[in-house]
């Protein structure tokens, strides 16, 4: 039985199909042929530079970001893909924020529309604590195909996990 920890919640007609592609082999070909562009965001430099220029475009008021990075760690942390953190420090008399995104470094290699979706997504929690409708709504103002997105980065997590498992 193929694992789908990546898309507990969807429809059970959906996951039979997921389940078919699976064990035709066919899910990565699929995936492959519908996202066959990868980024160049290979280091952690590139990758702020890259959450930036999102941010700088459709989120220019909202806080300044002290760290974006690859994360080797986060996949296996409560199945998160990305996180965003703020973190309060005393620093003299003065209480100073750091803003941070790590990202999964799964997506190192992962199609381009996938880092795109992870980042929108860490980024619309700057403005967004919770997964509510502001959240997506600011998710889909970004990407507009968002929740295509989402759904088809759960499917690549699945293909990864099932054919290295």
């Not at 002290?66 to 420090?89: F, M, P, Q, W």
């Not at 992870?118 to 509510?132: G, P, Q, R, S, Y």
């Not at 959240?135 to 290295?164: A, G, I, K």
């Amino acid at each position: 039985m193929p694992s789908l920890k990546y898309l507990t919640g969807y429809p059970d007609a959906l996951l039979d199909q997921v389940r078919t592609l699976l064990a035709e082999d066919k899910l990565g070909a699929v995936l492959q042929r519908r996202y066959p562009e990868l980024h160049e965001v290979r280091n952690d430099r590139q990758l702020y530079d890259y959450t930036q220029e999102l941010k700088d475009r459709y989120l220019r008021k909202s806080v300044h970001l002290n760290k974006v990075c690859y994360d080797s760690k986060l996949e296996v942390v409560k199945h998160a893909l990305g996180t965003h953190t703020a973190i309060s420090r005393v620093h003299g008399g003065r209480l100073k924020a750091s803003r941070e995104i790590r990202v999964a470094s799964v997506f190192r290699e992962a199609p381009a529309a996938f880092l795109r979706m992870i980042v929108v997504h860490e980024l619309a929690h700057l403005k967004e604590a919770d997964h509510n409708k502001a959240f997506y709504q600011l998710c889909q103002h970004m990407e507009p195909n968002y929740l295509q997105l989402e759904f088809d980065t759960r499917l690549y997590l699945t293909e990864l996990v099932n054919r290295s498992g």
